[in-house]
């Protein structure tokens, strides 16, 4: 008697739970009408770190896991293997060109450069007094150049790497991702999720912040307009205020029904937003995160799509997992969308 009653409460709290979510708005997200999304599956298993594109927008750079390194001439259609002599153990995880000039940093303790689009590639040596581990690389100009740690020390090079100089007297603490603004700034998301912390040029230390809720954060960045977005834990969403940073709107669940927690965001205009996650998860509002729907056509993909980049409103790569990629295709897009 006593295991029919249990039997019972289970079937009660399911369909209670089942009842209360199809009432919440956003429930179930409606499906994007087209996907502008193409699979395309590169000649590897690595995690995808990052993608660059050199002065010609046909060549392009993709690194990861297990010193991978790929090629593209066709604008990203497809993509080759390419071999440097680096540990097979070697992490890849930031590539960045200002025309013909290129970087790349990785794990442990990688510097490479490259004047000549990624025809060839020179190791530069690093200080063994590095704080932590080379994480980000942005090209600023010729020779130059800004990497961070994964602790949060930034530096930088005029002259092609030979020396580096400390933006920030003390690095932040090890770190789970770091994002920049097209204007030098950075913020920060902690190991544990727990913090952030915020530096501007000409700043001596990082400013941290507390989170605004006891949702872990997962990630963090910029708008184009210089202002902040969050996610959090459990498929959370926040946009911060322009003139504000300590200000935050109220908290956004895109999609309520979905466990998959939301990886990364980006803008590929002011107005449209995409976000991906886990388990094919990618989702898309096309005013400024008021409403959202969902592409269901990349679902079947086994993935978690991990970093979102748009280098301009017609061009746009999400990296996954396992060597999956996903180019973004402007001309599937409906003349009214």
Known sequence: MQSIVKFWKKIFIILAAVILCSGCKNAFLP?????????????????????????????????????????????????????????????????????????????????LHSDDEGESWNRIPLSSKLPGAPNTIVALGPNSAEMTTDVGAIYQTEDGGLHWRAQVEDAVGVIRNLSRSSDGKYIAVSAKGNFYSTWEPGEKSWTPHNRENSRRLENMGFADDGSLWMLARGGELRFGDLENIEEWGEPINPEYATSWGLLDLAYRTPDEIWVSGGSGNLLRSTDGGQTWEKDREVEDVPENFYKIVFFNPETGFILGQRGTVLKYNGSVVPEAA
Request: a negative charge.
């Open 31 to 111: 499906a994007i009408s087209y996907n502008p999304w193409e699979v395309i599956q590169l000649p590897t298993q690595a995690k995808l770190f990052d993608i660059g594109f050199t002065g010609n927008q046909n060549h392009g750079w993709i690194v990861g896991g297990d010193a991978t390194l790929l090629e593209t001439t066709d604008g990203g259609e497809t993509w080759q293997p390419k071999s440097i002599d680096l540990n097979e153990k070697s992490r890849l995880t930031s590539v960045s060109f200002d025309g013909k000039e290129g970087w790349i940093v990785g794990e442990p303790s990688l510097l």
